[in-house]
């Protein structure tokens, strides 16, 4: 309620006109802004359920794969569906796109943090990583950056060949069409994007100077302009966003919200499923015994127990449940039932954040003090301005290093991230805690660009096949406590060297006419841990990615 007011207190400051405000508040009425922001409606529905003792289906998790799930299961009238999910339902903060930094600073985060490990996270606090996970109904699309990438199609074709059948890309490319809503300009006859499914895909509602500099620059080096959730991906596009009228778009918005009153579905929030019962003769799930208001249950399911609890949480449950290595099992004292690696691999997509531009430009790059000008927000209830850009990022770039495994393929290795701003745009208060980056780093480096007479931009690189692998382990059998979480972040030195070619082909981009007409220069000012090296230098870069790498 307080940022309503302080909206509204800013347009009345300014002197705008009656009727601007009004336009204001009647808008914020329509879309229920009040209703939402103090999380009532949808959260007095979810209380009203009374709830059975038998299920046909259980799922524990109400993530994309869990909304998913418990839409298409209960258009079978004949089939009761219990959703459980351990957080809440998500407020009218999360309808800003541009505040999804801070999202991860909330408690619809669990706020996982890595282990201190050797040779990574040096610029993070305690030298451990963060790993925004959603805890809410929709899951982590209630807290992410809204960057719709359904994935390469050689990858899926390879899970194919490994032996996962079902999973090649024309077998799941229909599932992913069905679930598409797309308004993409330019698509509206293509093949791989569908215009009445639930999920909304758009492109930003709004594009800065910078981000079409970064594309027509991309073009001037190579990279032609794709769409990157076709069957090609190597080149260039502006962001395809999980984003609807310049709103976030959430798995609950998207597959549970139009469905809330299906009187077959009921959705249990503020829950934590803790196991999941297994006859451990037949080896068969028949329920799970979850918490909740602290009461312990038991509800039993007539046909499946459906696990979506997330990376983390899965594995978590899984293990409780009595499935896992023998000797982990054993150590917090938990009843074998089947004995598998639950845990033992676990890949992340390490990003680099450290590659800042400085431009000759006035006023270009988003911040803080732009976004929440009065007439941004008014733009923002109309559907525009910069407020609709998620996280503020808006383009992105698909490469193929020299050193790609995947020769003679059309398979990126590096995914570069347009951001029109960096850690400094929100003053250290967003994505620099999100992020956990040290108070040292950034006011040694980034504080002196909150001066709002410096306009600068980011450009991130991603990693898309890492050969490091990391593991989690259980601290106890408490389910309360969190697992332990060791990404072993660039422990195979070759993905460093993956992640300096993507930095090379993006420093590339300041010798492009695009760049050069506004000035744009890489950002010099060196980390305090590697200011020992020359900046630039190959070795200096090995240094930042093993910082600002997350």
């Not at 949808?42 to 109400?62: C, L, M, N, P, W």
């Not at 594309?215 to 962001?239: I, M, P, T």
């Not at 007479?453 to 096949?465: E, G, K, P, R, W």
Request: aromatic share 10%.
């Amino acid at each position: 309620m307080k940022l309503l007011l302080l909206v509204i207190c800013l347009l009345i400051e300014i002197n705008y006109s009656l009727s601007v405000l009004e336009s204001f508040v009647k808008r914020a009425k329509q879309s229920e802004f009040f209703a939402k922001l103090i999380n009532q409606k949808h959260t007095a529905i979810v209380e009203k359920q009374r709830y059975f003792d038998h299920y046909d289906f259980i799922i524990v998790g109400s993530g994309p794969g869990g909304c998913v799930l418990a839409n298409r299961l209960t258009e079978n009238k004949k089939w009761n569906v219990l959703l459980i999910e351990a957080g809440k339902v998500e407020t009218a903060l999360q309808d800003v796109p541009v505040l999804a930094a801070y999202m991860q600073s909330t408690a619809f985060n669990w706020g996982f943090v890595s282990e201190p490990q050797a040779g990574s996270c040096f610029g993070m606090d305690e030298n451990r990583c963060g790993f925004p996970r959603g805890k809410a109904l929709g899951g982590t699309s209630v807290i992410n950056y809204m960057i719709y990438n359904r994935g390469n199609k050689n990858d899926f074709d390879r899970w194919a060949a490994a032996g996962n059948y079902g999973w090649s890309w024309n077998e799941v490319l229909p599932y992913f069409l069905k679930s598409e809503r797309s308004t993409l300009e330019g698509f509206e006859n293509s093949p791989y994007h569908n215009r009445h499914g639930e999920m909304s895909v758009e492109y930003n509602r709004h594009r800065t100077l910078y981000s079409k500099l970064f594309v027509k620059a991309s073009n001037h080096l190579g990279l032609r302009e794709v769409d990157y959730n076709s069957g090609q991906q190597l080149g260039v596009s502006f962001l395809q966003a999980n984003t609807l009228n310049g709103r976030r778009h959430s798995a609950f918005k998207a597959f549970i919200e139009p469905i809330l009153n299906r009187p077959n579905l009921h959705v249990m929030i503020n829950t934590r499923a803790t196991k999941v019962l297994i006859d451990p003769s037949t080896k068969i799930a028949y329920g799970v015994e979850l918490l909740r208001n602290r009461k312990r249950y038991r509800i039993l399911a007539r046909k499946e127990v459906i696990l979506s609890a997330g990376t983390f949480m899965s594995p978590q449950i899984l293990m409780l449940s009595g499935i896992g290595m023998k000797s982990d099992l054993n150590r917090i004292g938990v009843p074998v039932i089947q004995e598998l690696p639950v845990g033992k691999i676990m890949y992340d997509h390490t990003t680099h954040i450290g590659v800042v531009f400085v431009a000759n430009t006035t006023g270009e790059s988003l911040n803080s003090d732009r976004a929440i000008q009065p007439n941004n927000v008014v733009k923002f209830l109309h559907g525009q301005g910069i407020l609709t850009v998620p996280g503020g990022v808006e383009a992105l770039g698909f490469i193929k290093t020299n050193i790609n495994n995947f020769r003679g393929e059309t398979v990126p290795d590096v995914e570069l991230i347009f951001l029109a701003g960096g850690y400094f745009s929100d003053e250290g208060t967003g994505v620099r805690r999100g992020i956990r980056i040290t108070d040292k780093i950034y006011n040694s480096v980034y504080k002196r660009l909150e001066d709002r007479s410096i306009d600068a931009f980011t450009v991130a690189q991603m990693l898309f096949h890492p050969k490091s692998v990391g593991y989690l382990e259980l601290k106890s059998s408490n389910p309360f406590h969190w697992p332990k979480f060791y990404h072993n972040f660039f422990k195979n030195a070759d993905d460093v060297e993956t992640m300096l070619e993507g930095i090379k082909a993006t420093l590339k981009l300041v010798n492009t006419p695009q760049f050069k007409s506004i000035g744009a220069r890489v950002y010099s000012v060196p980390l305090p841990n590697c200011a020992h090296i020359h900046f630039g230098t190959d070795d200096y870069w090995r240094c930042s990615i093993r910082t600002l790498s997350s």
